[in-house]
């Protein structure tokens, strides 16, 4: 009870002076609505810690029955940078919220950093879904917390997706595309240079006509004609026989050579439960 009244007025507190780092970032779990019970946080809290552990991102799961900025992924993202969670120099990770504030469970998931790349749009909704399914099999708020961490483990597990494999954060904190030119296109580009080059040389090699007669290789202007005449005495003719090759034949040989909606330095995605 202590702890719930002490969480209650650190957000107060927070709420008020937004500029103060108002909690300890060491808990993870800021229960301001007071839907879990002390072992339930002990036991999400061992969750959290494993996955920080595995996969170098930070997880921070919180409640309100307070939002002063309205939007509750304002209050998610104002929650997490005012208090410099994060693990990293692009404080990598990810939070969730459920927020109470108009009695409904209005759910928001926040990536900052690594976390931008980890989890894509398709995976928050994915995520959101196991949440919504463990709410309506009446598994408590402790089922929902424990979807989202099991859900969200699993997908860090994963790696970054290949749709943002091409990605890096910057010195901002945002998520941008590296600038690469596509294979495919490089690929197409070279068959394209080397047809054109080829029909080139086939079309100057059909503009060389055959020569037909010794004339041709001959340089008319350099040839000085004289008369010669010979005088026909007598004819002597020899013959032989020349056997028929019938045995083996050789030859020569040829040698061949054979050639997420992210912007502001975060990403995320919510809905009401």
């Given at each position: ?161 290949d749709i943002n494999k091409n990605t890096y954060i910057d010195s901002n904190g ?100």
């Amino acid at each position: 009870m202590k702890k719930k009244l002490l969480l209650f007025f650190t957000f107060s507190f927070f709420f008020l002076l937004p500029n103060v780092f108002a909690v300890d970032t060491s808990l993870k779990i800021y229960d301001d609505a007071d839907l879990l019970t002390d072992s339930e946080e002990v036991m999400l809290k061992s969750q959290i810690d494993q996955y920080i552990k595995d996969y170098n991102m930070d997880m921070v799961l919180m409640t309100t029955l307070i939002n002063p900025y309205g939007s509750t992924e304002e209050l998610a993202t104002r929650f997490y940078s005012d208090n410099g969670f994060g693990m990293n120099e692009h404080q990598d990770g990810i939070l969730f919220v459920i927020d109470r504030h108009l009695n409904a469970d209005d759910a928001y998931i926040l990536t900052t950093g690594e976390a931008m790349r980890v989890y894509t749009d398709s995976r928050i909704d994915a995520i959101l879904d196991d949440i919504s399914d463990a709410k309506y099999n009446n598994e408590g708020y402790y089922g929902m917390f424990s979807a989202f961490i099991e859900s969200s483990s699993d997908f860090a597990y994963d790696g970054v997706p290949d749709i943002n494999k091409n990605t890096y954060i910057d010195s901002n904190g945002e998520m941008k595309y590296k600038r690469t030119v596509p294979w495919f296109l490089m690929i197409v580009l070279s068959l394209t240079i080397s047809s054109v080059i080829v029909f080139v040389l086939v079309k100057r090699n059909k503009m060389i006509q055959k020569a037909t007669t010794a004339k041709a290789y001959l340089d008319q202007n350099s040839i000085q004609y004289s008369r010669k005449e010979d005088h026909f005495a007598y004819t002597h003719t020899t013959s032989a026989y020349v056997p028929r090759n019938t045995g083996g034949s050789s030859g020569g040989g040829s040698h061949h050579v054979g050639g997420t909606t992210s912007h502001g330095g975060h990403g995320g995605g919510g809905r009401r439960l």
